[in-house]
């Protein structure tokens, strides 16, 4: 089994900045792609940002474009999102990804990855 174990979350005021970390540990895995996803309380669980490491391309979604980067090391299975300028509506619990294959669903279905971390809970003060 593979695991994921994320860290870094905590509280911030709005405007700071917050580096998430995640890695994998288990049974030899090599991932085709690695993401985080958010889910605020009564929200659904949403695409943040991935990064497919056979291409380096990094994807995120509109709302954290030119503040979130994602980055990561695929020899360790380790991805880290550099949040800065964070906003209220950033509260969440972010959960890191872990994709062994390309899926249909593309990078920003929770579908399609295989293993998920349990979540570390970021909240952005006003």
């Known amino acids: 089994q593979v695991q994921l174990v994320e860290s870094g979350g905590g509280l911030v005021r709005a405007g700071g900045s917050l580096r998430l970390s995640c890695a994998a540990s288990?049974?030899?895995?090599?991932?085709?792609?690695m993401g985080w996803f958010r889910q605020a309380p009564g929200k659904e669980r949403e695409f943040v940002s991935a990064?497919?490491?056979?291409?380096?391309?990094?994807y995120s979604v509109d709302s954290v474009e030119g503040r979130f980067t994602i980055s990561g090391d695929r020899a360790k299975n380790t991805v880290y999102l550099q949040m800065n300028s964070l906003k209220p509506e950033d509260t969440a619990n972010y959960y890191c990804a872990a994709a062994g294959s390309p899926s249909s669903w593309g990078t920003r279905a929770p579908k399609a990855y295989d293993f998920w971390g349990q979540g570390t809970q970021v909240t952005v003060s006003s």
């Open positions: 288990g049974r030899t895995f090599s991932s085709y792609s």
């Open positions: 990064i497919i490491w056979n291409s380096g391309g990094t």
